[in-house]
């Protein structure tokens, strides 16, 4: 690492030196106990038990039972193939109401199957799906609402529910980010007709890749089941259409391993948290998304909303100073599904009706945390941030004249043309 900066030409971007010299990542892997996956891993060679309903499967899925309190787990190879098969399982057709500020992968997997996507704004104070948005785009073709707990934080479930009871609606949650969080004391995994989980090696616990529908249904589980593995009831029995979506042995040891090191993780990205928490009050304008901490949370993505008119400085100006500095900070979940395609050129005048979702895919910004960084990196990271807004009315003079900056992993994007 570098010494702090004194003056605007030191940032990287403007031909400085960057802060850190090896990049930080958002979404670095959470790596748990190595002897304990290798002796898993020699195991299942041992019994030559690589997928298909194996023993470490089955543990993997008794243990998220267990942690969740949820009836049924039905693990999955990763969560968009989860949502697929719930999707098909519990009968959606026609459309579906969601919102568009998620990973492309909620609205993807329902297109994928003939499912029309209607996008819904949010909350901007909770980034999640407003329910009183929700009920004005329910048409006769709607079969279901997906909400999604983003940043693990639970979307607005009791709403949801009413609305998708009063209406007769299925009601699905996209969990990917949510494993280990709570709901006015209940752990996620147990609300709606069911809910999804991903295991991806970014999320907080993972399986290499993987994934899990959860639900208290015997009926939908014994489905999911059945459609996880081509519908296969026995040997040489096919009772239904199925496709392939299970687990391997591998990814469920790891999954275990993972879990088995879920307070330290949890541990390791709170700290961090509170760390950013305590140390980006020195800069106005930049606001950092909090977590009820009267529930269980997993902590896992730092947030920022930029205020451009506080701060000085947009979010697209910070996110590129910040990489030339070699922080990999990410605007997720911009632009927005509905600006991405198919759904951009199927359905352009989802715009109209998603101001929320359009500003705050402006001015959200992720940074690094997970077992990879740590309180030197944060308070370096915090440190770079004052500066830049400190400084902002100079950098910006200064703009126009710097080099150009390009990181290999940023390619010029033809769709930011357009927004
Ligand atoms: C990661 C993610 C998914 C997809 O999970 P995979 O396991 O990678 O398929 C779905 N929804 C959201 C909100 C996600 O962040």
Redesign the pocket.
């Known amino acids: 690492m570098t010494p702090p900066k004194s003056q605007v030409r030191d940032l990287a971007i403007f031909g400085g030196v960057p802060a850190f010299s090896s990049e930080l990542h958002v979404g670095r892997p959470n790596i748990g106990d190595r002897e304990a996956l290798f002796k898993r891993i020699n195991d299942l060679l041992d019994r030559k038990r690589l997928t298909n309903d194996g023993p470490f499967l089955y543990e993997f899925e008794q243990r998220i039972c267990a942690s969740t309190g949820v009836k049924h787990c039905v693990a999955v190879c990763?969560?968009?193939?989860?949502?697929e098969i719930l999707a098909k399982a519990i009968g959606l057709s026609g459309e579906v109401i969601l919102p568009s500020f998620?990973?492309v992968?909620?609205a993807h997997?329902l297109r994928w199957h003939g499912i029309t996507p209607v996008f819904c704004d949010i909350d901007p104070t909770t980034h999640n799906i407003d329910p009183q948005r929700v009920e004005e785009l329910i048409t006769s073709r709607t079969t279901g609402i997906i909400g999604?707990h983003?940043w693990g934080r639970p979307c607005e479930i009791q709403k949801l529910e009413e609305i998708a009871r009063r209406h007769n609606l299925k009601l699905l949650l996209?969990a990917?980010?949510a494993f280990a969080c709570s709901h006015k004391g209940q752990m996620i995994g147990g609300f709606g007709n069911a809910e999804?989980f991903?295991?991806?090696a970014?999320?907080f616990v993972n399986a290499f890749?993987?994934?899990a529908v959860v639900t208290n249904n015997d009926e939908l589980a014994a489905k999911l089941r059945l459609m996880r593995n081509f519908g296969f009831a026995g040997l040489d029995t096919v009772t239904s259409l199925g496709t392939n979506g299970k687990m391997s042995e591998p990814s469920a040891a790891m999954g275990l391993t993972s879990l088995e090191s879920l307070n330290g993780f949890i541990e390791t990205n709170r700290r961090n948290y509170h760390l950013y928490k305590q140390q980006l009050v020195t800069s106005p304008g930049i606001s950092l998304l909090r977590y009820q901490e009267d529930e269980k949370c997993n902590y896992q993505y730092v947030v920022l909303e930029i205020d451009e008119a506080v701060a000085g400085i947009g979010r697209d100006m910070l996110d590129e100073i910040l990489w030339a500095e070699n922080v990999l900070s990410r605007r997720y979940?911009y632009p927005g599904c509905h600006l991405m395609e198919p759904y951009r050129k199927e359905a352009p005048e989802a715009r109209v009706r998603l101001p929320q979702t359009e500003r705050l895919a402006k001015v959200v910004l992720c940074l690094p945390t997970g077992s990879a960084i740590g309180s030197t990196e944060i308070t370096a990271i915090c440190g770079l941030i004052e500066f830049i807004v400190k400084h902002a009315e100079a950098i910006r003079e200064r703009w126009s004249m710097k080099p150009v900056f390009r990181h290999p992993l940023r390619t010029a994007s033809s769709l930011e043309s357009h927004i």
Do not use: M, P, R
């Not at 990763?78 to 949502?83: D, M, P, R, S």
């Open positions: 990763n969560a968009t193939v989860g949502l998620t990973f992968a909620t997997a999604v983003l996209d990917a980010h999804v991903s295991f991806h970014i999320k890749e993987g994934g979940f």
